[in-house]
């Protein structure tokens, strides 16, 4: 695999839709608080950034997957919430990096919505809508994508690359 040295997104790209989306959310939420659940690890980054770009009240929270592989729940993921919190009539908005086949942003929103939020919503960094198999949509999205493996901003390769202000194309 080769890094493409030309940004897909520069630093500059992002940082300026992260504002506009920072100013979307805002309005969206119209003075409401919210919790921001953020997927580990790939969109820390990208949280880190955004969270100051909004407006309003906000706590922050994270959200790790488990694989279960015994013998009685083989194949399950579950998930935690590091610390745990009540979600119980908050309203909830999930920070993940990318939104591929749809398959771990659709089962973290089942997860989360078990704990009776008052709201759900979503927002990713990133949008494949080519390569989805389960029919999940992001409320917010920051920029669409073709089929390509990117790297940076958070989102890595093997845990590397994660460092890298830019969005690039891992090639083949
Ligand atoms: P899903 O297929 O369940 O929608 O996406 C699962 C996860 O795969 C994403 O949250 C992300 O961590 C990872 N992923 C999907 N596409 C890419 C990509 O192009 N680059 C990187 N670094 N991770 C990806
Ligand atoms: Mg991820």
């Given at each position: 695999m080769r890094l493409n040295e030309t940004p897909l997104f520069s630093a500059e790209q992002i940082r300026n839709r992260v504002i506009a989306l920072g100013r979307e959310i805002t309005q969206h939420y119209q003075g409401q608080e919210i919790i921001l659940v953020v997927v580990l690890k790939g969109a820390i980054v990208f949280a880190a950034d955004l969270m100051r770009a909004l407006d309003m009240d906000v706590t922050l929270n994270f959200i790790r997957a488990k694989s279960y592989v015994g013998?009685?729940?083989?194949?399950?993921?579950?998930?935690?919430l590091l610390p745990e919190t009540l979600l119980e009539d908050r309203h909830i908005l999930l920070?993940?990096?990318?939104?591929?086949?749809?398959?771990?942003?659709?089962?973290?929103?089942?997860?989360?919505?078990?704990?009776?939020?008052?709201?759900?919503?979503l927002c990713t960094l990133l949008n494949k809508p080519g390569r989805r198999?389960?029919?999940?949509?992001?409320?917010?999205?920051?920029?669409?994508?073709?089929?390509?493996?990117?790297?940076g901003y958070g989102l890595d390769f093997d845990e590397r690359y994660r460092h890298l202000p830019g969005i690039h194309v891992l090639e083949a």
């Open positions: 013998t009685e729940s083989r194949g399950t993921v579950s998930f935690s920070l993940d990096d990318i939104l591929d086949t749809g398959r771990t942003c659709s089962e973290i929103l089942a997860w989360l919505n078990k704990h009776r939020p008052a709201s759900v919503r198999v389960i029919p999940v949509e992001a409320d917010f999205t920051g920029f669409t994508v073709e089929d390509h493996y990117v790297v």
